[in-house]
């Protein structure tokens, strides 16, 4: 099946949709870098939006995200880590949405339902007056990923270099250098985004990013 050509419904998910969010984390995520029933349940609480693609009776993906009253490019508040990123409350007026996470389904990757999530966000974004649309990426092309792992990412020593660059002295480098690693030139080719930081220990589970993030943003006003 050509799932580029299968219009998989999206909409928005609830607390009624606990089981198929579970699954798809069992199915999508490493064990350690799974959100547990508790996590996800206090998202919601805090106001947070999830949308998820339906294929039959399972998720194909999901997008979720926090909107907040944060201004992203105020580099000393933004969230130290992913934890303080992803709990979130909603604030008003919603300046950003913090997406924290996009996870498609493994049958499904190399279709468009990551773009889809990508661009849904952006109209929900939009519908609300958001500036801004921030992204947490990971970059799997700084240690790799084994075969056991769910992305298969290899290593990538000049992408390793140029993160550890980034880290020390703050200057950011060429773009042409950041999308080396494929999510973040996923990222970049969907919504034009640029990047902003770079973080470290931001995400310590995540071995195959070496625990970076890099911060990525696109502005709804150009």
Not at 172 to 194: A, G, Q, S, T
Request: with cysteine.
């Amino acid at each position: 099946m050509n799932l580029d050509n299968v219009a998989v419904p999206i909409r928005q998910l609830d607390m009624e949709d606990m089981p198929l969010l579970m699954e798809l984390e069992a199915a999508a995520w490493a064990a350690p870098l799974q959100a547990s029933e508790a996590t996800i349940r206090r998202r919601l609480a805090l106001g947070h939006t999830m949308f998820g693609a339906i294929d039959g009776n399972v998720l194909a993906g999901t997008i979720c995200f926090a909107e907040t009253s944060q201004d992203p490019l105020v580099r000393a508040d933004f969230p130290a880590d992913f934890d303080a990123y992803a709990s979130l409350p909603r604030s008003e007026p919603v300046y950003a949405l913090y997406a924290y996470n996009l996870c498609v389904r493994p049958s499904h990757r190399g279709s468009n339902t990551a773009v889809r999530l990508l661009k849904e966000m952006e109209r929900h974004g939009r519908r609300l007056g958001a500036r801004w649309l921030i992204g947490d990426g990971r970059c799997s092309s700084y240690a790799g990923s084994s075969g056991d792992e769910y992305d298969h990412v290899k290593a990538d020593p000049r992408f390793r270099a140029t993160i550890d660059l980034w880290n020390q002295t703050g200057i950011r480098p060429p773009l042409e250098e950041i999308i080396r690693d494929p999510l973040l030139r996923m990222h970049y080719r969907v919504y034009e985004c640029e990047f902003l930081y770079v973080m470290p220990d931001f995400f310590p589970q995540d071995a195959t990013s070496g625990g970076f993030r890099v911060i990525s943003a696109k502005d709804l006003k150009k």
